[in-house]
């Protein structure tokens, strides 16, 4: 589902940050623009970091832990047996044993806010090293969701030198002045977005852990079974993407053409999507 997720956080942050402009809160230049929608995208892919393969062989694993080759397929293999250490301490009578740590600890909402306060807080106390650090794995993991085939076929070593020559690059080029606390809120909002799109899919997610829920601490919720999105499947690979790549499309023009809507269009969506924010 790499694709999927990559595709998934664009389209929310592009339309986080078209609903943010038109509604006056926020206003970003087209790098900061860039950059949170680069960060966003490759962040959606960061819960499955619990996705182990086989080191040794570098094969299976989700996409993100091919990031960097054998180095991410290693961490993959801590964070999933980290996160399986975490379930077995805190499960329930209810909660099934596990012998995975795949879907549990790096998919609940706990764990993605504190990652976003987290980032935001490393580059609030270090600012440059942190800020280029965290464009840099991030960059990656976007390259790795949105350009699979390409990654693929590039492999790690020329994935890591773009990320790298691309964090430099953006970092020159991003206003210092207000300090770079979008970059730990477009990390938390991607991984947020993460687990909105697995509980389409017939597992769904722990999201409410350490709260427990109907007598589980690990209950995952999701959409019901009968309308669940099949991993791999048919609506997943063309219709979703479809759809995320048309409202990442949609968001983009809106942002760099906002003039070309009559006025009228532009009443009805302040009207329709912004009556109960904006008070219109
Ligand atoms: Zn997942």
């Given at each position: 589902m790499g694709p999927s997720h990559a595709l998934s956080g664009a389209a929310v942050w592009l339309g986080g940050t078209w609903a943010l402009a038109y509604t006056d809160v926020y206003h970003q230049s087209p790098v900061e623009i860039a950059v949170g929608t680069a960060v966003c995208a490759g962040a959606?892919?960061?819960?499955?970091?619990?996705?182990?393969?086989?080191v040794i062989s570098g094969?299976?694993?989700?996409?993100?832990?091919?990031?960097?080759?054998r180095v991410s397929l290693f961490v993959a293999e801590v964070l999933e047996k980290f996160s399986c250490t975490v379930y077995r301490a805190t499960r329930m009578k209810h909660d099934p044993h596990r012998d995975n740590g795949h879907r549990t600890l790096t998919h609940t909402l706990v764990f993605n806010v504190a990652v976003g306060a987290g980032v935001s807080a490393l580059c609030t106390e270090f600012g440059k090293t942190a800020v280029i650090a965290v464009l840099f794995f991030t960059f990656a993991m976007a390259l790795r969701g949105l350009f699979v085939k390409w990654a693929q076929r590039a492999g790690w070593l020329i994935v890591t030198l773009v990320s790298a020559g691309a964090a430099f690059f953006a970092y020159e080029r991003l206003?210092?002045?207000?300090?770079?606390p979008v970059l730990g809120v477009a990390i938390g909002v991607g991984g947020i977005v993460h687990l909105l799109g697995d509980m389409l899919t017939r597992h769904g997610c722990p999201l409410l852990w350490p709260f427990p829920v109907g007598r589980r601490m690990w209950r995952c919720l999701g959409v019901p079974d009968s309308v669940s999105v099949k991993v791999g499947g048919k609506v997943e690979v063309y219709v979703l993407r479809t759809t995320f790549a048309l409202a990442t499309l949609a968001a983009v023009g809106y942002l760099v053409v906002?003039?070309?809507?009559p006025a009228s269009a532009h009443a009805w969506i302040a009207h329709t999507v912004f009556a109960t924010t904006s008070g219109k």
């Amino acid at each position: 589902m790499g694709p999927s997720h990559a595709l998934s956080g664009a389209a929310v942050w592009l339309g986080g940050t078209w609903a943010l402009a038109y509604t006056d809160v926020y206003h970003q230049s087209p790098v900061e623009i860039a950059v949170g929608t680069a960060v966003c995208a490759g962040a959606a892919l960061l819960p499955d970091l619990d996705m182990s393969g086989r080191v040794i062989s570098g094969h299976g694993g989700a996409t993100i832990a091919h990031t960097f080759g054998r180095v991410s397929l290693f961490v993959a293999e801590v964070l999933e047996k980290f996160s399986c250490t975490v379930y077995r301490a805190t499960r329930m009578k209810h909660d099934p044993h596990r012998d995975n740590g795949h879907r549990t600890l790096t998919h609940t909402l706990v764990f993605n806010v504190a990652v976003g306060a987290g980032v935001s807080a490393l580059c609030t106390e270090f600012g440059k090293t942190a800020v280029i650090a965290v464009l840099f794995f991030t960059f990656a993991m976007a390259l790795r969701g949105l350009f699979v085939k390409w990654a693929q076929r590039a492999g790690w070593l020329i994935v890591t030198l773009v990320s790298a020559g691309a964090a430099f690059f953006a970092y020159e080029r991003l206003p210092g002045g207000r300090g770079y606390p979008v970059l730990g809120v477009a990390i938390g909002v991607g991984g947020i977005v993460h687990l909105l799109g697995d509980m389409l899919t017939r597992h769904g997610c722990p999201l409410l852990w350490p709260f427990p829920v109907g007598r589980r601490m690990w209950r995952c919720l999701g959409v019901p079974d009968s309308v669940s999105v099949k991993v791999g499947g048919k609506v997943e690979v063309y219709v979703l993407r479809t759809t995320f790549a048309l409202a990442t499309l949609a968001a983009v023009g809106y942002l760099v053409v906002p003039v070309v809507l009559p006025a009228s269009a532009h009443a009805w969506i302040a009207h329709t999507v912004f009556a109960t924010t904006s008070g219109k």
